[in-house]
């Protein structure tokens, strides 16, 4: 059976992996237009804060696992490595450099809404940490995010039902979080505004399409994450017996079975390990919002557990999946519900 519990020496193995990609600039994929041959740069030009782990917005989710674990584990042999990246990497002149691309024509789109959600969770993170040098310095980059998701949502007539990156249930989720962090009641509202006008009437969901053959999350279990995060029990326990009504039978039985990874050098097939271990994280979530005498809770705690079986072997793998996994099995174990 997997672990379930945050311990020291898997908070110290994730991290351990973290620090040898986060700063690796290449393999690299990035994510940017070139408006011309003066935008033709590196990775470590492009970003210099978040230049690592194979693509942006993974590089910004394994700096969160590690504020996660240097605030699980303060005195853990690898604390002082994570504190040294962070006084390296967040300072004055690199965040500029960020916020600089964001200001592009071309950028305005860039890692919409993932890499939105992931940035602000980040920011989130660092400011539960006592150290506030770092939720100072990053700061302005977060606002920049926070400010893209106030001017987006109330464009975006129609959610995105995907299990990839453009997934909007999952960046409204994480952005939830900064809101909370920052006391940003207005931008806390909005996000709960666009929950339910997207999701609010949604019922009975069949989960019928799931998993495509590269999604690394559930649609309809992170809509109930989503809706969890955003809504108060009162709320959401009405909404999610309408969402979601036959969880005690094992229905839709595709939520319940883990997906199949046929080959961990291929990226997107390799997403499919990444699926299993966030589905863990909403089946926990998800239960842990649940009374205690709920006849769903076990079900759903179950559910966690085989999908963390199915997905903690393979967190180093291939890079494929080793540049980013850790971060989701970090969300999957130590889950906030």
Not at 169 to 193: C, I, K, P, V, W
Not at 248 to 268: I, N
Not at 309 to 320: C, F, K, N, V
Request: proline share 6%; net charge negative; aromatic share 10%.
């Amino acid at each position: 059976m997997s672990e379930t519990t945050l311990t020291e020496d898997l908070a110290v193995r994730f991290a351990r992996i973290a620090l040898g990609h986060v700063t690796r600039e290449y393999p690299n994929k990035p994510d940017h237009v070139l408006a011309g041959p003066q935008d033709a740069r590196t990775p470590r030009e492009l970003h210099p804060v978040f230049f690592g782990s194979y693509d942006w917005h993974s590089c910004v989710h394994s700096t969160w696992m590690l504020a996660r674990l240097l605030r699980r584990y303060p005195a853990s042999e690898v604390a002082d490595d994570i504190r040294a990246l962070f006084d390296a990497q967040f300072v004055t002149e690199k965040i500029a450099a960020e916020c600089d691309y964001l200001g592009a024509p071309t950028a305005r789109g860039f890692k919409r809404p993932y890499g939105w959600g992931w940035l602000l969770k980040l920011a989130a993170e660092l400011a539960a940490l006592d150290e506030m040098r770092w939720r100072e310095q990053i700061a302005p980059l977060a606002q920049i995010f926070a400010q893209r998701f106030r001017d987006f949502l109330p464009l975006a007539t129609y959610p995105v039902r995907v299990g990839t990156h453009f997934n909007t249930a999952f960046g409204l989720r994480m952005a939830a979080d900064y809101a909370t962090a920052t006391h940003d009641n207005a931008l806390g509202a909005l996000l709960q505004e666009t929950a339910l006008r997207w999701y609010g009437a949604d019922q009975d969901c069949p989960a019928w399409g799931e998993p495509s053959g590269d999604d690394f999350q559930s649609s309809a279990l992170i809509e109930a994450e989503c809706m969890r995060r955003l809504l108060s029990p009162r709320d959401f326990l009405p909404w999610f017996d309408r969402f979601l009504p036959h969880l005690a039978q094992h229905e839709p039985t595709t939520l319940f079975r883990p997906a199949t990874v046929t080959d961990r050098t291929d990226g997107k097939l390799a997403h499919l390990d990444g699926l299993n271990l966030s589905r863990a994280w909403c089946w926990r979530a998800l239960a842990g919002a649940l009374p205690e005498a709920d006849v769903r809770r076990p079900i759903l705690l179950d559910a966690a557990r085989d999908h963390l079986d199915a997905g903690l072997p393979h967190i180093a793998s291939d890079y494929m999946g080793e540049h980013w996994l850790a971060s989701f099995a970090v969300l999957a174990i130590d889950a906030e519900g």
